[in-house]
């Protein structure tokens, strides 16, 4: 017997949530339980092609704009099909779905705290502070259980509420170290000896990628060559790329786009690991990099459960100044403080693991398999 879980999220691109969502899905198809996606992007996904492969369906919910469109197809959706849970991934449209889900009589309607609702609010004009914070009220009232990648994730959009932390995880199989790196590194003209430094993200506000330009103008003063790989798309990429040619420095960068093989990437390619971002409901490219057994600079505010492996992870203020952020990333990246293999089984032993989490995300949503 088929089980299918609906999910509803932006789009189905390669960022941290929606690769988690794939991770399980792969995992989960075996046992016949399939994932269907509500989007609210109308251009194909990055996963879209490979869902239907699997047996799951992308549907179209109309644009942020147009909750009542969301809450139509919703409902079409559930009268329709027999779904387990109802797992909504943003808050944005999440009042529409968990509504639908709650009048069709679903018994799982999760509402997923994945980002800091503080700093979406902080950046929004007055219409959309009202409009998210009415929404914020009505889906905790409509939610079954509440749901949070971290703690300080749940506390922003749940305040006093009840919730569970569900961290997203990683697939760890696909971190196991490899022998020798040097054929991939040389495809992308990255010499032996060369340092490089990578980081995965979506190209915004948020990642902070205009800040890893600065920070390669002092790290390249005194390590000429050393290569920026950069994995990820968004609406900052034209800008960034641009960036990097004015300052005469696009020979030293590296931009892959979205790609569907993140770990590969890192165990194969990054020396270290540069994660400077303005804001984290917990930062999952953190944990992959921990994983992958690289040393990590990132910015202070990501919660604190991002950090496995203590002695991978150095955290810097944003207020420093990007010649500090240079000057400690050549340091860490002469430093070999845990064994790539020591840093693979700290996650597995982690509520990273996602076998570990499947079994708790089964339960909430309704699978007795």
């Known amino acids: 017997m088929t089980t299918r879980v609906l999910h509803i999220v932006y789009a189905m691109n390669a960022g941290g949530i929606e690769t988690w969502l794939m991770n399980i899905f792969r995992m989960l198809r075996a046992e016949n339980i399939l994932f269907d996606f509500v989007v609210n992007s109308n251009k194909p996904g990055f996963y879209d092609e490979e869902i239907r492969v699997l047996g799951g369906d992308i549907y179209y919910g109309g644009s ?25 991934h943003n808050i944005e449209n999440a009042t529409s779905a968990l509504l639908a889900a709650y009048i069709n009589g679903s018994k799982s309607r999760l509402l997923h705290s994945h980002n800091d609702f503080g700093t979406k609010i902080s950046c929004s004009s007055l219409f959309s502070k009202i409009y998210l ?19 300080a994730a749940g506390f922003s959009l749940f305040g006093d509420s009840e919730y569970q932390v569900i961290p997203l995880s990683i697939q760890l199989d696909r971190f196991i ?7 991939i590194r040389k495809n992308l003209g990255i010499a032996e ?25 002092y790290l390249l003063s005194s390590l000429p060559e050393t290569k920026f790989v950069l994995v990820g798309s968004g609406e900052l990429s034209a800008k960034i790329k641009q960036s990097v040619v004015d300052l005469g420095i696009d020979k030293n960068f590296i931009f892959l786009g979205q790609v569907g093989n993140v770990p590969e990437i890192m165990k194969e390619i990054f020396d270290v690991f540069l994660f400077p971002s303005h804001s984290e409901g917990l ?37 420093a100044h990007a010649s500090e952020w240079a000057s400690r990333l050549e340091t ?6 845990v064994s790539k293999s020591d840093a693979l089984e700290a996650v597995k032993n ?17 699978i007795k398999k």
């Open 283 to 319: 930062g999952l490219a953190v944990v992959e990099a921990q994983a992958s057994g690289l040393p990590v600079i990132c910015s202070d505010v990501l919660p604190v459960e991002a950090t496995v492996v203590e002695e991978l992870v150095t955290r810097m203020s944003l207020r």
């Open 133 to 151: 914070k009415i929404q914020r009220y009505l889906s905790i009232v409509l939610s079954s259980e509440l749901l949070a990648v971290s703690k």
């Open 64 to 88: 942020l704009r147009r909750p009542d469109k969301t809450f139509r197809v919703v409902k079409t959706l559930l009268d329709r099909n027999m779904y387990s849970s109802v797992h909504c």
């Open 193 to 217: 000896g060369m340092l490089v430094v990578g980081h995965v993200g979506r190209f915004d506000y948020q990642k902070n990628q205009i800040f890893i330009v600065e920070i390669s103008q």
């Open 350 to 366: 982690s509520d990273f693991n996602l076998e570990n989490s499947i079994v708790r995300l089964k339960r909430l949503w309704n």
């Open 332 to 337: 860490i990246s002469r430093s070999a403080a």
């Open 177 to 183: 170290p490899t022998e020798d790196s040097s054929v």
